[in-house]
């Protein structure tokens, strides 16, 4: 028997066993329970509950019936409060301070990846290659589960490879085939799939789609990356404008700014934004959306940050919304040397924030951090931190 101490940072239980921790997947601080030894070393344990001799009154039944196996969710055995409360203890516990958490909703997700192998889809088993076949995902919207039971039925059973599901605001959804697809007329004629895109070729409808936001719209193809909780980015712009309205900015720099969504957002507060992101498609539909919104104050660069940071100076305020990995060191540095008055760092990746906001205490003090639910019943969160220069 073991009991459960508290929550790692993973959101794993801990207890101890010989003065060892041993770190117990999808246990909850309190319970007593009986374990199974998956990997043992030097300093620690890794185990899976076998059985619950003393229930949390959080824990609840998984309302997704292959959660046992599948690795996309995290806290679909306890309650919603208690996964807020782990991220809200989380933030606190690493940046002593988190001013306003942002809810949303289930099934949020407007993008799906399945991976196939010979006519079976799914996801794989978490840090494994081992496929576990679904026909329903708890994370996405109603639509896509809809294609993902009329792919189940109608799948290509020789086919290999990944299948990817978009679905914008219009309710319009795009499937995205990496390889040949002998039974790809069934998904033709399929009224559930408005575009359809084999091997980089159009064979139904479009490679892009409108996806409408707000007042604005935005050409988002089917390389380009959108957010993929459309009520998670609300709260995000919520918190830029609530920052914004107050101040007279001249220059905005928009670091790893994807299609330019969050550029177009904040540019009536500001004289110029100049937007960086290294991916084509996805400049390429930036400038798109420069017309499809009648913006004429926003400068859309194609190339890696790391190659353009050293041309700017008298920035007013740097937005970054790096990949999960974060920043590197040479943006980190000359982000330091600019010196503008503010950074607001928008992170997928806790650990990767608390790692760069290191290297930027000496320059700056967190003014305000955020934390906004975009990936609900997951470990992860979207955290927001407003860095103000020091004097």
């Known amino acids: 028997m073991l009991k459960i101490e508290k929550y790692d940072d993973l959101g794993q239980g801990i207890g101890r066993i010989d003065n060892k921790i041993c770190f117990v997947k999808r246990a909850i601080p309190e319970e007593i329970v009986d374990i199974h030894i998956l990997k043992e070393k030097k300093n620690y344990l890794e185990a899976e509950i076998t059985k619950i001799i003393s229930k949390s009154e959080k824990r609840v039944n998984p309302v997704c019936r292959f959660y046992d196996k599948c690795g996309g969710c995290n806290f679909l055995h306890t309650t919603s409060l208690e996964e807020k409360m782990f991220k809200i203890a989380r933030a606190n516990r690493f940046f002593s301070k988190m001013d306003y958490f942002y809810d949303t909703e289930d099934f949020y997700r407007n993008k799906i990846v399945l991976h196939v192998y010979k006519g079976k889809l799914g996801f794989f088993l978490e840090k494994t290659n081992d496929l576990v076949e679904i026909d329903f995902c708890y994370l996405v919207n109603p639509k896509i589960n809809e294609v993902i039971r009329f792919l189940k039925k109608t799948v290509d059973s020789s086919y290999t490879g990944k299948i990817v599901i978009r679905n914008n605001s219009l309710n319009e959804t795009m499937v995205i085939i990496d390889s040949a697809y002998k039974n790809f007329e069934a998904l033709k004629q399929s009224l559930l799939i408005d575009n359809l895109i084999i091997e980089n070729m159009i064979v139904k409808g479009k490679n892009y789609f409108i996806e409408h936001f707000q007042n604005y719209k935005f050409m988002i193809h089917d390389k380009s990356f959108f957010q993929v909780n459309r009520l998670g980015l609300e709260k995000v712009s919520l918190i830029l404008e609530n920052f914004l309205k107050d101040k007279k900015l001249d220059t905005i720099l928009d670091l790893y700014s994807g299609t330019s969504v969050l550029g177009i957002l904040v540019s009536k507060y500001c004289k110029k934004v100049i937007s960086i992101e290294a991916n084509k498609s996805a400049t390429d539909d930036a400038k798109e959306n420069l017309k499809l919104n009648h913006i004429t104050n926003l400068k859309v660069i194609n190339g890696l940050v790391e190659d353009y940071i050293e041309k700017f100076k008298n920035i007013d305020l740097v937005i970054v919304d790096p990949a999960r990995r974060g920043l590197d ?35 700056y003090l967190i003014d305000k951090l955020y934390l906004v639910d975009m990936f609900k019943r997951t470990r992860d969160v979207e955290t927001v931190a407003i860095l103000k220069i020091k004097v």
């Open 329 to 363: 060191l040479k943006t980190i540095k000359y982000l330091n040397k600019i010196k503008s008055s503010y950074i607001i760092y928008i992170a997928c990746g806790i650990d990767s924030l608390r790692r760069d906001l290191e290297y930027f205490k000496n320059s």
